[in-house]
């Protein structure tokens, strides 16, 4: 293992544990620190004792650098590996194996905690094959949700990414666009024209009563934009945000409406999340919906959080061709475009 590789791998496992942001950006800056420097000069500045006069790194990353160099696990890693490393779930392997996708992702442009490309690279790492930016639109600005000259900018910086790998993986360009209370989507049509997929969320007055809620997902359902219903019930049920209640709508009325206008019910696979409840997938799976196992990943260490999507799905019997993450790219876009 190379030192950069040790420093991103406990910068994925502190997260994976839930550690502070901080704590973990401090790694993550060590590993592009030394990035462009030369193996042979990083040794030559272990033995000299000199690596933390590199800036951004210190005694704990230089540790981990010194040992990685002498062809050893660093301590800390190993420590890390034997409290984190273990797959999240152990049962969902085999329909993990299959999502090859991931529709909900965010990065540091909105309110996520790394940048584009180490989403991308974790992502490969994990065995995917796409996945769709899915930065927060402007309405939301507690999480620095994007503009429209700012998502511009995205686009062009998804291309450029594109470009640089070559076909081996493929990034979408999407959005999580906040549904108004009107049930319009926070974002301007023509912008959202420019996409190839859109996940659409209530992220606000999620107390409702369901007279409102209910036409308010409705007409965002039925907007022929929305590719994916996320989070549809806005719940919380564990972590340091406290708990929240579902939002009350007519459940049937929506997941009808997903399956005439072809829109992905959201599996969201956090745990603190874990929405929508197994009545509801149950109910949009017998009415016959597709659905969206996604990460909802705002951090690389959450990526593979599909995994506990996946343990949801496939105790709730829901089948792999109806889970349009499990889809290859072009018939994805096929799809999200038709």
């Known amino acids: 293992m190379s030192p950069q590789d040790a420093l991103r791998r406990v910068g994925f496992l502190l997260e994976r544990a839930r550690e502070s942001p901080y ?50 696990v660093p301590a800390y890693l190993a420590t ?13 392997a085999e329909l993990y194996a299959a999502v090859v996708g991931d529709l909900h992702v965010h990065s540091d442009w909105s309110d996520g905690g790394s940048p584009i490309e180490e989403m991308v690279l974790t992502a490969v790492e994990l065995g995917q094959e796409w996945m769709a930016l899915t930065d927060h639109s402007p309405r939301l600005t507690i999480a620095n949700g994007l503009s429209r000259e700012r998502l511009t900018q995205q686009l062009a ?17 999407g959005i999580e666009v906040d549904i108004n209370l009107d049930g319009s989507l926070d974002q301007d049509p023509d912008m ?31 907007n022929p934009r929305t590719n994916v219903l996320g989070h549809c019930t806005g719940r919380l049920v564990t972590g340091g945000r406290g708990k929240r209640p579902e939002s009350q709508f007519d459940a049937e009325r929506v997941f009808r409406a997903c399956l005439e206008n072809d829109v992905a019910v959201e ?25 969206a196992i996604d990460s909802d990943a705002h951090a690389p260490g959450q990526l593979d959080m599909k995994l506990l999507g996946c343990e949801r799905a496939e105790r709730l019997r829901i089948p792999a061709e109806r889970i349009v993450t499990t889809w290859p790219v072009e018939d994805l876009l096929a799809w999200a475009k038709g």
């Open 23 to 72: 704590r973990v950006a401090a790694f993550r800056r060590a590993a592009e620190a030394i990035r462009l420097i030369p193996d042979d000069e990083l040794r030559e500045r272990a033995g000299a004792g000199t690596l933390k006069q590199i800036k951004g790194i210190g005694d704990s990353s230089a540790a981990i650098i010194g040992q990685a160099l002498r062809g050893v």
């Open 80 to 92: 890390l590996e034997q409290e984190h490393g273990a797959p999240l779930s152990w049962a969902g």
């Open 157 to 173: 910086r998804v291309d450029a990414i594109n470009a640089s790998l070559g076909g081996s993986f493929r990034l979408l360009k």
């Open 192 to 222: 959202l024209e420019q996409l190839d997929v859109v996940t659409a969320s209530v992220h606000s007055k999620l107390r409702q009563p369901a007279f409102e809620m209910t036409p308010r997902m409705l007409a965002a359902v039925r």
């Open 267 to 291: 599996i969201n696979s956090r745990p603190e999340r874990q929405d929508p409840p197994d009545e509801l997938i149950e109910l949009a799976r017998d009415l016959g919906c597709l659905f």
